[in-house]
């Protein structure tokens, strides 16, 4: 079956590292995206992409990024972790639109709990 | 700015009754879906309703969108233990800018007591 899968699940690093958090779908999906989700402020949009060699910005950006070399894989770079980007992180996918940027379902995976100390 | 915000934030009933949340946007949307998350676990798609309905049904979800009143609403009818979960909507836009991205509201966590 296809699927959408993140690692590391769990993750503690110390402030001022490099954190890199994968995300690999069999979907075949054109689009992929992160999301963070924190108390209070449900689920906010970091980065996206529509398709290979392209990305993104989101809602929340500063101090990520992300690459998308294939169809499959969009990891998610932490350039320098601070506490702030202590959080739960989702990788999300879905079928090109159809249509007038009609977007369809997301499918999501299992999230990747990251503390940053 | 988070474009859905839910209403209420927690709810709390016993099995068999029914369970309503809320759903309001801001800005003029292509569709507007449900989604659910069990404790610890990813979100899962339930429902999506286009801007030219009024009304959707899956099982014992019902769906209302009101696009004059930008809400909508998820009836879950006879409700279960296995229905705890925090539930939540996500709207796209209407403009490119918006092309295949969702915003998602602050959630409902619901409970369900045996």
């Known amino acids: 079956d296809a699927e959408i899968t993140q690692s590391p699940r769990h993750k503690i690093t110390e402030t001022g590292r490099q954190v890199t958090l994968a995300c690999h779908q069999t979907?075949?999906?054109?689009?992929m995206f992160w999301y963070r989700q924190d108390l209070g402020h449900g689920l906010r949009l970091i980065h996206y992409?529509?398709?290979?060699?392209?990305?993104n910005k989101g809602e929340v950006s500063d101090g990520y990024s992300v690459s998308r070399s294939n169809t499959e894989d969009l990891p998610l770079t932490l350039e320098s972790a601070a506490s702030s980007q202590t959080s739960v992180y989702f990788c999300?996918?879905?079928?090109?639109?159809?249509?007038?940027?009609?977007?369809?379902?997301?499918?999501f995976g299992e999230g990747s709990r990251l503390t940053v100390l | 700015s988070q474009q859905g915000e839910e209403d209420p934030q927690a709810l709390s009933i016993q099995e068999g009754e029914n369970a309503t949340m809320n759903c309001s946007y801001k800005?003029?949307?292509?569709?507007l879906q449900w989604y659910r998350q069990n404790s610890g676990r990813g979100l899962v798609h339930l429902i999506l309703i286009r801007s030219n309905e009024r009304e959707k049904h899956s099982g014992r979800l019902r769906v209302t969108l009101d696009t004059s009143k930008k809400s909508s609403s998820l009836l879950i009818t006879a409700s279960r233990a296995a229905d705890t979960a925090s539930y939540f909507c996500a709207t796209d836009g209407v403009g490119g800018t918006s092309y295949g991205k969702l915003t998602f509201g602050q959630g409902t966590i619901l409970t369900v007591h045996p």
């Open positions: 800005t003029s949307i292509n569709n």
């Open positions: 979907w075949n999906h054109n689009n």
């Open positions: 992409s529509y398709g290979v060699q392209d990305t």
């Open positions: 999300a996918s879905s079928e090109k639109a159809r249509g007038q940027g009609i977007t369809g379902e997301l499918f």
